[in-house]
């Protein structure tokens, strides 16, 4: 009998397979989707508040996963790489991630981590940087993303943004929450961003 973990990887996995971009499709076919599950604790974050929004917002091919999601959001293991600390209790509160498969997700993969980051209304996610390269695919519009030297610019529900190995990077939601797929690939699948633009521009 199915499990909530797997119909998730299954949602996933369908909405990157609608994705028309060669670069996804080469790193889906390149991902062995007959993945070990592990069991995992539950944890819950402030920033889950914003999932019934982001269902309404979630494109229409989006919808099914962001959904999915948001009704079973209780059932699933959220996580935090930064503190108050590094950005501040508004940023915490108001942000968070849920690997799907990758060295500690709900499905054991050790060659690419995949997910999904969420950040609430009028979050700035700072410059930083990491080894890993990354292909983010908001499922949400509306919030501006920056690469590198370049200026903020709104991306759309669906556009396919790839962030180099150490490239620096910066997003700002503004009156509505984002979420975005993610996936990394090539370096260390847990690592902490490196903050501030010390990385390649």
């Known amino acids: 009998m199915p499990t909530i973990f797997n119909e998730l990887l299954d949602r996933f996995h369908a909405y990157l397979a609608g994705i028309d971009s060669d670069l996804v499709t080469d ?118 993303w920056r690469m590198g030297e370049g200026g903020f610019h709104v991306r759309d529900a669906g556009e396919v943004i790839h962030h180099a190995s150490n490239v620096n990077h910066a997003m700002r939601t503004g009156k509505e929450a984002l979420m975005a797929l993610y996936l990394w690939r090539g370096g260390p699948l847990a690592q902490k961003s490196t903050i501030g633009s010390g990385g390649r521009n």
């Open 27 to 144: 790193e889906v076919a390149r991902i062995g989707w007959d993945m070990q599950a592990r069991a995992l604790e539950t944890r819950p974050l402030g920033c889950l508040g914003h999932l019934d929004r982001i269902a309404e917002l979630a494109a229409t091919d989006a919808k099914p996963l962001a959904q999915f999601v948001a009704d079973n959001r209780g059932a699933l293991r959220w996580g935090q790489t930064y503190t108050a600390d590094d950005f501040g209790q508004g940023f915490v509160d108001n942000y968070g991630w849920l690997e799907v498969f990758g060295t500690r997700g709900h499905f054991v993969n050790d060659e690419v981590a995949a997910g999904l980051l969420i950040l609430g209304p009028d979050i700035v996610y700072p410059d930083h940087h990491h080894i890993a390269e990354e292909i983010y695919i908001p499922l949400t519009g509306g919030t501006e």
